[in-house]
């Protein structure tokens, strides 16, 4: 499979679907047949278009289909003591049906499921032939780890401020649709400029644009300005690129090994992850495919209700950076600094295929979950996601 056609339409709008969605018998396939499976891949077919077993096995092994950086974890791990709890009872309901845990882990080809409280495991359980050390592809879920790092720059001095200009960092967008743009702009994909996130049209930006960071960032610049920036949302992936562009060019260091230094190792992650690559000699993708350990997507959360300080209290975020970071924007109310928000202070990072990671601050949970959904986006599988973290957050309540 070559690079090109691998990354070939990642992000989070993709407009696959079109009317009622039902899902199909989650797959099980052992890991020891990743490699078979893997080698037989069609050459021409992209990471959104595997099916059944050629999709499990690409979204634990990307690093055997991609150029990939390591994220490296440190000797010190972050201990997540067991609590377990009693979900037999739970219930949530979707158009008037009601379904239990065990139904949501079928329907939606929930590859590992971890549930949070105050920093303890209440609930974890792996599927479609998944365990604790498997990595799997976060899609767009990196796009919010991206922010914390622009966060962690801000803090070390590297970036000045979110209202620096962009071109401040990437002096090849002088003289283009980016000029007057600022980093705080993109990280509410409000840059004002013009971009198709289309995946049903070939002509598409998303599915024309080059994966090379410079060629990106030529094309990105010569779009045309269709609002000013600041006052319109408009989903872009390829926006999100840059935003780590402006992180490595700051700190003068690739995003696996910033990430490494500031979060992974420091705040104990047990396992190295990997991070999709522009290719052999590039930088990461901003908007795309950390690969981590399951656990290790709860522990951010748990980074996240720390307000991104360490045990030993050195601030790795800024003060009040992620109360920042999940204020609406002017553009979009449901939208921060590259996170998703909903109600009461919760928010989330999501990834296509059912990534997620989602935060409750007020009652210290962390639901992280990783799947392999049938087709990227949909509005059923989104359905049941959304109505069983409510009801685990209602259960934990009680």
């Not at 590039?282 to 996240?304: K, M, N, Q, S, V």
């Amino acid at each position: 499979m070559t690079v090109r056609n691998l990354i070939s339409g990642l992000g989070v709008a993709v407009t696959l679907l079109a009317g009622t969605v039902h899902a199909e018998a989650p797959r099980y396939l052992d890991p020891a047949d990743d490699e078979a499976v893997l080698s037989a891949l069609d050459g021409d077919a992209g990471l959104l278009f595997l099916e059944g077993d050629a999709q499990i096995a690409a979204f634990r092994n990307i690093d055997a289909l991609a150029p990939v950086r390591q994220v490296a974890s440190g000797a010190q791990v972050r201990s997540l003591p067991e609590a377990a709890r009693d979900f037999s009872e739970l219930r949530y309901e979707v158009n008037g049906e009601q379904h239990d845990l065990d139904h949501f882990m079928r329907h939606n080809h929930v590859g590992g499921l971890l549930l949070l409280l105050d920093g303890d495991i209440v609930f974890e359980r792996y599927g479609l032939g998944n365990s604790r050390a498997t990595r799997w592809v976060s899609f767009s879920v990196t796009k919010s780890v991206v922010s914390l790092l622009v966060g962690a720059a801000i803090e070390e001095g590297y970036i000045a401020s979110v209202d620096d200009p962009v071109t401040d960092y990437l002096p090849q967008l002088r003289d283009s649709a980016y000029e007057g743009v600022s980093i705080r702009n993109v990280l509410q994909m409000a840059s004002g400029t013009d971009w198709n996130e289309d995946y049903a049209d070939p002509e598409s930006d998303v599915a024309s644009a080059p994966s090379d960071m410079l060629d990106l960032m030529r094309f990105l610049g010569a779009k045309p300005r269709l609002a000013e920036p600041g006052a319109v949302f408009n989903y872009n992936t390829g926006e999100t690129n840059l935003a780590g562009a402006i992180v490595r060019a700051a700190v003068g260091n690739n995003l696996g090994a910033y990430l490494s230094r500031t979060i992974w190792q420091p705040w104990g992650m047990e396992d190295d992850a990997t991070w999709m690559a522009h290719g052999p000699q590039g930088g990461e993708w901003g908007g795309c495919c950390i690969a981590p350990t399951l656990r290790d997507w709860g522990r951010l959360g748990l980074f996240l209700l720390a307000d991104g300080v360490l045990d030993d209290g050195t601030r790795v975020l800024p003060e009040g950076w992620l109360s920042e970071s999940m204020t609406p924007s002017a553009a979009a109310d449901y939208y921060g600094y590259l996170w998703w928000l909903r109600s009461e202070g919760r928010y989330f990072a999501v990834g296509i295929f059912g990534q997620a990671i989602y935060v409750d601050p007020e009652a210290r949970l962390i639901i992280a979950v990783q799947s392999a959904w049938p087709q990227a986006t949909s509005e059923v599988f989104g359905a049941h996601r959304d109505a069983f973290f409510a009801a685990v957050a209602a259960t934990l309540a009680d």
